[in-house]
Antibody, heavy 121, light 106 residues
Framework: QLQLQESGPGLLKPSETLSLTCTVS??????????WGWMRQPPGKGLEWIGS???????YYNSSLKNRVSISADPSKNQFFLTLNSVTAADTALYFC?????????????WGQGILVTVSS | EIVLTQSPATLSLSPGDSATLSCRAS??????LAWYQQRPGQAPSLLIS???NRATGVPARFSGSGSGTDFSLTISSLEPEDFAVYYC??????????FGPGTKVD
């Protein structure tokens, strides 16, 4: 059974860099045709797509975050990563790593449980 | 950017009632629309893809319809576990996409 697990610090100060890891089990992120991505959800609010990667080589980002975000992967560890620079309180959210089925007619079929990241001085 | 609008924001119903949720796109997304359910304290889960295809394991009481700019999600007879927030997601610009603001069924 495919599982995704987020890990990383839960508390950051403004201007610091957010770094999260998603560890995938049950399928190899380098051998599948799927896309692996990050979503976030501010407390009490809706969902926002941050970005996605295919095979760790191709990356796609939300244009509103493009200047601050980077997604990468380490297939040898079956992990992918999120880096978000210069965080502010507006980046406080529950961050999910996800698997996207890789085509427009499909959907995001697996989600991690989420990790709460709080930005506060 | 394609903007999704969901209505109503909140739907107050009782178990056994039927629910119809609406999602409208600012421009055509063909049928590239998915629906997700998010129960309190949980990650979202995929209900419907390609506007009308139920995901694996999703009960038949959930159905989706629509194309272009107007879509709906219908729950034929609400079960207690269906009281949740529902989000639509447009995938016509995949691999980038946007979500609607959600409809809460309570």
């Amino acid at each position: 059974q495919l599982q995704l697990q987020e890990s990383g610090p839960g508390l950051l100060k403004p201007s610091e860099t957010l770094s999260l890891t998603c560890t995938v089990s049950g399928v190899s992120i380098s051998s599948s045709s799927d896309y692996w991505g990050w979503m976030r959800q501010p407390p009490g609010k809706g969902l926002e797509w941050i970005g996605s990667t295919y095979n760790g080589a191709s990356t796609y980002y939300n244009s509103s975050l493009k200047n601050r975000v980077s997604i990468s992967a380490d297939p040898s560890k079956n992990q992918f990563f999120l880096t978000l620079n210069s965080v502010t309180a507006a980046d406080t959210a529950l961050y999910f790593c996800v698997r996207d089925e890789g085509i427009a007619v499909a959907g995001i079929d697996f989600w991690g449980q989420g990790i709460l990241v709080t930005v506060s001085s | 950017e394609i903007v999704l609008t969901q209505s109503p924001a909140t739907l107050s119903l009782s178990p056994g009632d039927s629910a119809t949720l609406s999602c409208r796109a600012s421009q055509s997304v063909k049928t590239y629309l998915a629906w997700y359910q998010q129960r309190p304290g949980q990650a979202p889960s995929l209900l419907i893809s390609d506007a009308s295809n139920r995901a694996t394991g999703v009960p038949a009481r959930f159905s989706g319809s629509g194309s272009g700019t107007d879509f709906s999600l219908t729950i034929s007879s609400l079960e207690p576990e269906d009281f949740a927030v529902y989000y639509c997601q447009q995938r016509s610009t995949w691999p980038s996409f946007t979500f609607g603001p959600g409809t809460k069924v309570d």
